[in-house]
């Protein structure tokens, strides 16, 4: 299992964060691994809740890898998407709190992967890259949610 945790604040209302990632097809814009992400559960363009799909396409290491993603929880401060395909399971949460101005917030990160069978022995290999992507994440996501805020 890999677990990699990130902490950041955007200069972002914490209502608008919440509504920008709630669709996880924004993951292509803050996701440094998502090449191509889409609603998956036949409601593209409906307001997103909990249950929701999406099919996602990530490379990593050279590979592009398919995985479909569910938004397990839609909290006003909190959600949290499990991702599933053949080879691994993946949980992105992520938690949210408003600064004391009310027009910045601080976004809480969480990634675990879980590789299956075989692709299980990888772990301790991928770990250091998996790492890496979540130092991106630190800037992605923040210029993102910047980028969608001034519209």
């Not at 209302?13 to 090449?35: C, I, R």
């Not at 590789?115 to 630190?138: M, N």
């Amino acid at each position: 299992m890999i677990h990699v945790e990130r902490v950041m604040t955007v200069p972002v209302p914490l209502d608008e964060v919440v509504a920008y990632l709630s669709d996880f097809a924004h993951a292509v814009d803050w996701d440094p691994g998502t090449v191509e992400c889409t609603r998956a559960d036949g409601e593209e363009g409906r307001p997103v809740e909990t249950g929701a799909h999406w099919h996602n396409v990530s490379e990593f290491r050279g590979r592009k890898t398919e995985l479909t993603y569910r938004l397990d929880r839609f909290d006003p401060d909190r959600l949290v998407f499990e991702g599933r395909n053949k080879t691994a399971s993946t949980t992105d949460d992520l938690s949210f709190s408003p600064a004391e101005d009310g027009g910045t917030t601080r976004v809480s990160y969480h990634a675990t992967i879980n590789f299956k069978g075989v692709a299980s022995l990888a772990s301790p290999f991928l770990r250091r890259e998996f790492e890496k992507l979540g130092d991106e994440i630190t800037r992605t996501l923040p210029d993102a949610l910047v980028r969608h805020a001034r519209g």
